[in-house]
């Protein structure tokens, strides 16, 4: 596909990791739970975890509520910080 990246990785036992960004866009975009994405960021911005990748707790976030589309946005991040 002519979207799709390699990033290079350190440390890693693969040294380049294939991604698309427009995928990733469109999955975390049509994801639903965009407002719990946003404070979990601005959180991690909070909270000085920088080497936090923003691309890996975006998956993380939509996977962990994949099934909570329908709560609203404290039912949410409780679903999250319990799961995690």
Not at 18 to 38: C, F, G, L, Q, Y
Not at 45 to 67: C, P, R
């Amino acid at each position: 596909d002519k979207t799709d990246v390699f990033l290079h990785q350190e440390n890693s036992e693969r040294e380049r990791l294939k991604t698309n960004p427009d995928k990733h866009i469109e999955h975390v975009r049509d994801s639903e739970v965009r407002d719990a994405i946003k404070l979990l960021k601005l959180w991690k911005i909070d909270h000085g975890l920088l080497n936090v990748k923003t691309f890996l707790l975006e998956l993380l976030i939509v996977k962990t509520l994949a099934a909570s589309k329908s709560k609203n946005l404290d039912e949410q991040l409780k679903i999250f910080w319990e799961t995690m």
